[in-house]
DNA sequence: GGCAGAAGATGA
DNA sequence: CATCTTCTGCCA
């Protein structure tokens, strides 16, 4: 459907994430809005009883058969269509591929605040009020009286918030609308606005302008002053810029407007969040050496290319990727096309802004979350008329509004934050493909621990990679200990430090070092662990840990991928030890710990609790930085980010927390996560020591990461997945059901699994794992069960999902409660 | 999702 | 019967 040619009617899809209503309606397009009207057009609409705003996304030059009275749109609300056809184009592949709801899809193309919201506002027909009440034919119940008595006061009264106040007033409130003394107003309101500011112009043709300059008197000579300088300056300049250069008062102004010099105007002001930044010379780009050379040649003859490519460049940090996202964006500008650099949000510093900012200036549009909102939307604007070319955000910016795309950069693409967790659940880097696709743009994932997905892509032979050198020389690599805490508890140790780590915190207190603890985000769910022997339960069949629940008095290990279900035991299977119990630590008791056993350490505790509040997270680690602190203790979140020069001790207090999360992705996590803080004390001069507490040091997982060997470590878990059939080698569909009634989402599952299992009766299309409990099974009140599908064929299997999805949505509305599916869920909860 | 109108539920 | 509450269908 072509937006050029313009059919009567409009598709459109209206603003209500609801399943009954996704579907595009039909609109009349009135001849005020003719051209005006495009595919990715938000508008006005009828929608029943009330007013919505809505997309379009498509023309058509009938109505659907069976629909009588057609409306009307009602209004449209951007001058510029805010979406492109790609766009729409791109939100409609996200309901295929996600499952989402089209308007879920549309929205999240939009930068937060761009939403209309429509209400009823009530006011007082007084002319005719005055008028019934003269003639004192019609009474007026007491709380009919209250309604009047309210929108007399003069104050606006809406009507969804009147009627949540006092429902009660539902029947007087309609009585008094058919009587026509109150009327309905429709009011539509959006979060952010455009920001106008008043500016000055001065039109007036050269001999006019003359001539009113010798009319005005010599004692006023600072308005003739201002009045040239505004001439001078150009066609409209802010008052306010004004008043600044000229050191002038706003009445000089006022006294050439009222003279007929000056014109007042409105003008939109850019709320810019680096004004005054960055506005010197812009940086030449760095000599490349010659690894980085071959990677940018690669990327720009890409892009030369014209078509649809992937490229992986893994590297770690500190071997000069941005340097080679650089030049690739100018070779991309060079083309005469358009660059997306994405970056996960906790990196995305100010540091990171400033090194595109130096070199490519105003070019840059930021967007990101601690921008206020308004920031956000006018960095979207520009990206949208074109006055940016290169869009540099978190996940999000992945939708900026680019036209002639070339290149698309994912830093640290393995970053779980790539994923959105709300509706609709995409994951950016399958989004930026679909845009690369379309626009045969290339595609660049920067990392240094590739995902499995991104070098299973490769091995595939989906895209190239290339391989920057580890590091300057492998001399800096930092010494990495495994230490294997079973025989600390064979040795009497019992605390949560090692020998050897309590002896190395010590040592760098003493020696005025700095020294960072990290502590995985404590497990939502807990699992058993030998002390012995470092023996965890597992799952016979996915191989996942088993979770220990307690309920009822019973102790059972579940898997919550297969539902297999076996008692706990209170010896160790493997050692008959009987120090095999749940494990588990938090970052406070941790804290607790450090300040009984070194008392005499300052000690930063960064988690969700302390980091709760905005600007915390900088903060802490800026405290840090300035020697604050001797010791700083916290979750991955401080992995990234700053640099700490005088950090010479990094603790991993227990790697088994990573490694035993029920989930498949488990070894993945604690390689990278362990790969991470190892490049973390390496950086820097002083040497850098890593030690890596674990009960299972013999876990390839962490032995690979001691060697820094990516390769052998994928080679060992693409196996692993391919032997269970686990993403990559598949994408996994999680549905979850919630409801107060633990019977009630039982049912749906199994229901929803008994359903999909008749429709998928071959396994080569996919393979639905039976329902079980989530690893969180009860959340704020709600239980929650789980359904895992394993997909093989994604395209043969997804109307079979959507079928079966919407027929449980539905059931579980109709109940009170709620189904969701996550396609490739990051983390299974 | 949310609104109107209908159909029950409660109290005098 | 008036009023409050819950249910049901539908929106172009
Ligand atoms: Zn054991
Ligand atoms: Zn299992």
């Given at each position: 459907m072509?937006?050029?040619?313009?059919?009567?009617?409009?598709?459109?899809?209206?603003?209500?994430?609801?399943?009954?209503?996704?579907r595009?309606?039909?609109?009349?397009?009135?001849?005020?809005?003719?051209?005006?009207?495009?595919?990715?057009?938000?508008?006005?609409?009828?929608?029943g009883?009330?007013r919505?705003?809505?997309?379009?996304i498509?023309f058509?030059?009938?109505?659907?058969?069976?629909?009588k009275?057609i409306?009307?749109?009602?209004?449209?609300?951007?001058?510029?269509?805010?979406?492109t056809?790609?766009?729409?184009?791109?939100?409609?592949?996200?309901s295929?591929?996600?499952?989402?709801?089209?308007?879920?899809?549309?929205?999240?193309?939009?930068p937060?605040g761009?939403?209309?919201?429509?209400?009823?506002?009530?006011?007082?027909?007084?002319?005719v009020w005055?008028?019934?009440?003269?003639?004192?034919?019609?009474?007026i119940?007491p709380k009919?009286?209250?309604?009047?008595?309210?929108?007399a006061?003069?104050?606006?009264?809406?009507?969804?918030?009147?009627?949540?106040d006092a429902?009660?007033?539902?029947?007087?409130?309609?009585?008094?609308?058919?009587?026509?003394?109150?009327?309905?107003?429709h009011?539509?309101?959006q979060?952010?606005?455009?920001?106008y500011?008043?500016?000055?112009s001065?039109?007036?043709?050269?001999a006019?302008?003359q001539?009113?300059?010798d009319e005005?008197?010599?004692?006023?000579?600072?308005?003739?002053?201002?009045?040239?300088?505004?001439?001078?300056?150009?066609?409209?300049?802010?008052?306010r810029?004004?008043?600044?250069?000229?050191?002038?008062?706003y009445?000089t102004?006022?006294?050439?407007?009222?003279?007929g010099?000056?014109?007042l105007?409105?003008?939109?002001?850019?709320?810019?969040?680096?004004?005054?930044?960055?506005?010197?010379?812009?940086?030449?780009?760095?000599?490349?050496t010659?690894?980085?050379?071959?990677?940018?040649?690669?990327?720009?003859?890409?892009?030369a290319?014209?078509r649809?490519?992937?490229?992986?460049?893994q590297?770690?940090?500190?071997s000069?990727?941005?340097?080679i996202?650089?030049q690739s964006?100018?070779?991309?500008?060079a083309?005469?096309?358009?660059?997306?650099?994405l970056?996960?949000?906790?990196?995305?510093?100010?540091?990171?802004?400033?090194?595109?900012?130096?070199?490519?200036g105003?070019?840059?549009?930021?967007?990101?979350?601690?921008?206020?909102?308004?920031?956000?939307?006018?960095?979207?604007?520009?990206?949208r008329r074109?006055?940016?070319?290169?869009?540099?955000?978190?996940?999000?910016?992945?939708?900026a509004?680019?036209?002639?795309?070339g290149?698309?950069?994912?830093d640290?693409?393995?970053?779980l934050?790539?994923?959105?967790e709300?509706?609709?659940?995409y994951?950016?880097?399958?989004?930026?493909?679909?845009?690369?696709?379309h626009?045969?743009?290339?595609?660049?994932l920067?990392s240094?621990?590739p995902?499995?997905?991104?070098?299973?892509?490769?091995?595939?032979?989906e895209?190239r990679?290339i391989?920057?050198?580890?590091?300057f020389?492998k001399?800096s690599?930092?010494?990495?200990?495994?230490?294997?805490?079973?025989q600390e508890?064979?040795?009497g140790?019992r605390?949560?430090?090692?020998?050897?780590?309590?002896h190395l915190?010590?040592?760098?207190?003493?020696?005025?070092?700095?020294?960072?603890?990290?502590?995985?985000?404590?497990?939502?769910?807990?699992?058993?662990?030998?002390?012995?022997?470092?023996?965890?339960?597992?799952?016979p069949?996915c191989?996942?840990s088993?979770?220990?629940?307690?309920?009822?008095g019973?102790?059972?290990?579940?898997?919550?991928?297969?539902?297999?279900?076996?008692?706990?035991?209170?010896?160790?299977?493997?050692?008959?030890?009987p120090?095999?119990r749940?494990?588990?630590?938090?970052?406070?008791r941790?804290?607790?710990?450090?300040?009984?056993?070194f008392?005499?350490?300052?000690?930063?505790?960064?988690?969700?609790?302390?980091?709760?509040?905005?600007?915390?997270?900088e903060?802490?680690?800026?405290?840090?930085?300035?020697?604050q602190?001797?010791?700083?203790?916290?979750?991955?979140?401080?992995?990234?980010?700053?640099?700490?020069?005088?950090v010479?001790l990094?603790?991993?207090?227990?790697?088994?927390?990573?490694?035993n999360?029920?989930?498949?992705?488990?070894?993945?996590?604690?390689?990278?996560?362990?790969?991470?803080?190892?490049g973390?004390?390496?950086?820097?001069?002083?040497e850098g020591?890593?030690?890596?507490?674990?009960?299972?040091?013999?876990?390839?997982?962490?032995?690979y990461?001691?060697?820094q060997?990516y390769?052998?470590f994928?080679?060992?878990?693409?196996?692993?997945?391919?032997?269970?059939?686990?993403?990559?080698?598949?994408?996994?569909?999680v549905?979850?059901?919630?409801?107060?009634?633990?019977?009630?989402?039982?049912?749906?599952?199994?229901?929803?699994?008994?359903?999909?299992?008749?429709?998928?009766?071959?396994?080569?299309?996919?393979?639905?794992?039976?329902?079980?409990?989530a690893?969180i099974?009860k959340?704020?009140?709600?239980h929650r069960?789980?359904?895992?599908?394993?997909?093989?064929?994604?395209?043969?299997?997804?109307?079979?999902?959507?079928a079966g999805?919407?027929?449980s949505?539905?059931?579980?509305?109709e109940?009170?409660g709620?189904?969701t599916?996550?396609?490739?869920?990051?983390?299974?909860?």
């Open positions: 072509s937006g050029k040619v313009k059919l009567p009617f409009a598709e459109v899809i209206v603003d209500i994430h609801a399943r009954e209503v996704d595009p309606f039909h609109y009349r397009i009135p001849e005020a809005f003719a051209g005006q009207v495009h595919v990715g057009t938000r508008v006005i609409v009828p929608f009883p009330r919505l705003e809505g997309y379009v498509g058509s030059s009938e109505p659907e058969p069976d629909v009275n409306k009307e749109i009602l209004d449209v609300l951007d001058e510029q269509p805010p979406l056809e790609e766009l729409v184009k791109l939100a409609d592949w996200m295929y591929r996600y499952l989402s709801s089209k308007a879920a899809s549309v929205q999240a193309l939009f937060a761009v939403r209309a919201r429509t209400s009823v506002r009530l006011t007082l027909k007084e002319d005055n008028k019934l009440r003269k003639s004192g034919s019609v009474g119940s009919e009286q209250q309604i009047l008595d309210l929108l006061e003069g104050a606006p009264v809406y009507k969804d918030k009147l009627l949540k429902p009660g007033l539902k029947a007087p409130l309609q009585r008094l609308l058919r009587l026509g003394t109150v009327e309905e107003k009011e539509v309101s979060a952010v606005q455009t920001l500011i008043t500016a000055v001065c039109t007036l043709r050269e006019d302008f001539k009113a300059m005005i008197p010599a004692r006023a000579f600072k308005q003739k002053e201002v009045a040239r300088w505004i001439r001078m300056h150009g066609p409209s300049i802010p008052v810029d004004v008043l600044r250069a000229t050191h002038t008062t009445s102004i006022n006294s050439l407007v009222r003279k010099i000056l014109v105007s409105q003008v939109e002001e850019r709320r810019n969040p680096y004004a005054n930044r960055f506005t010197g010379e812009r940086e030449r780009p760095l000599a490349l010659g690894e980085q050379e071959q990677a940018y040649r690669l990327i720009a003859s890409a892009m290319a014209g649809p490519d992937r490229i992986l460049l590297g770690v940090t500190g000069g990727k941005t340097e996202y650089l964006i100018a070779a991309c500008m083309q005469g096309r358009k660059a997306i650099v970056v996960p949000e906790i990196s995305l510093t100010p540091q990171m802004v400033e090194r595109f900012k130096r070199r490519f105003d070019d840059v549009a930021v967007l990101h979350s601690r921008l206020s909102q308004g920031e956000r939307y006018d960095e979207w604007k520009r990206i074109g006055t940016a070319s290169i869009v540099v955000g978190a996940r999000s910016a992945v939708f509004p680019l036209e002639n795309l290149l698309i950069v994912i640290e693409e393995h970053e934050s790539y994923k959105q709300e509706q609709p659940k994951h950016a880097r399958e989004v930026a493909w679909q845009r690369a696709l626009h045969g743009a290339v595609l660049v920067g240094a621990t995902s499995l997905e991104t070098r299973f892509m490769i091995e595939r032979g895209g990679r391989l920057l050198p580890t590091r020389n001399k690599l930092p010494t990495v200990r495994v230490i294997d805490m079973r508890l064979q040795a140790n605390s949560m430090f090692s020998r050897p780590l309590h915190i010590l040592d760098r207190l003493a020696k005025q070092e700095q020294i960072i603890l990290f502590l995985n985000r404590r497990g939502y769910s807990s699992f058993i662990l030998c002390r012995n022997c470092g023996y965890v339960a597992r799952c069949d191989d996942i088993l979770t220990y629940h307690k309920a009822h019973f102790e059972v290990l579940r898997c919550h991928y297969c539902g297999h279900s076996e008692p706990s035991v209170s010896q160790c299977p493997s050692c008959s030890s120090h095999i749940t494990f588990g630590t938090g970052t406070q941790v804290e607790e710990e450090l300040n009984k056993v008392p005499a350490a300052r000690v930063i505790r960064m988690d969700v609790d302390t980091t709760g509040t905005k600007g915390s997270h903060r802490l680690l800026q405290q840090f930085r300035d020697g602190a001797d010791i700083l203790l916290g979750t991955q979140m401080i992995a990234k980010g700053l640099d700490f020069p005088r010479s990094v603790g991993v207090i227990t790697a088994d927390t990573s490694l999360l029920p989930d498949f992705r488990a070894a993945e996590r604690t390689f990278q996560l362990l790969t991470q803080v190892a973390r004390a390496g950086r820097h001069e002083t020591v890593v030690l890596v507490q674990t009960y299972h040091p013999e876990h390839y997982a962490i032995q990461a001691v060697t060997d390769e052998d994928y080679r060992q878990e693409i196996e692993i997945r391919r032997t269970l059939d686990n993403p990559p080698l598949c994408d996994l569909a549905f979850t059901a919630q409801h107060e009634n633990r019977a009630a989402a039982e049912r749906w599952v199994r229901s929803l699994e008994k359903r999909l299992r008749a429709e998928f009766h071959t396994a080569s299309v996919a393979e639905v794992l039976p329902a079980c409990p690893p099974p959340l704020q009140g709600k069960y789980h359904l895992c599908v394993k997909v093989r064929d994604f395209a043969k299997a997804q109307p079979v999902l959507l999805y919407l027929e949505s539905r059931l579980a509305r109940q009170g709620t189904i599916i996550d396609v490739n869920a990051q983390m299974i909860l």
